[in-house]
């Protein structure tokens, strides 16, 4: 069974970090491409870094503040949010991508608030 399961959300204040994981089975971890994206109310469900075997890209909004990684081994992706802003707030939803396959997890929800 495919599956990708994030874990690592919360409740943090502005300024804070957080670690965020996605724990992939059923299908070649190595081989995809993965990415995070997230959704804020209202909002369209955007990019905010991914990582293939070539290169790493993130979105202007995250840049220098983010860090996407992943353990090959462990067929788990990463990211370390570091400065969370208020407009963080999303729901964060792990990808993987090959050709025209798309997976998708079902989410962690990341709240920054005072």
């Known amino acids: 069974q495919v599956q990708l399961v994030e874990s690592g959300g919360g409740l943090v204040q502005p300024g804070g970090s957080l670690r965020l994981s996605c724990v992939a089975s059923?299908?070649?971890?190595?081989?995809?491409?993965m990415g995070w994206y997230r959704q804020a109310p209202g909002k369209q469900r955007e990019l905010v870094a991914r990582i293939s075997s070539e290169n790493t890209n993130y979105a202007d909004s995250v840049k220098g503040r983010f860090a996407i990684s992943r353990d090959n081994a462990k067929n788990t992706l990463y990211l370390q949010m570091n400065s969370l802003k208020p407009e963080d707030t999303a729901l964060y939803y792990c990808?993987?991508?090959?050709?025209?396959?798309?997976?998708w997890g079902q989410g962690t929800q990341v709240t920054v608030s005072s």
């Open positions: 059923g299908f070649m971890f190595s081989a995809y491409a």
């Open positions: 990808n993987a991508y090959r050709g025209l396959t798309w997976l």
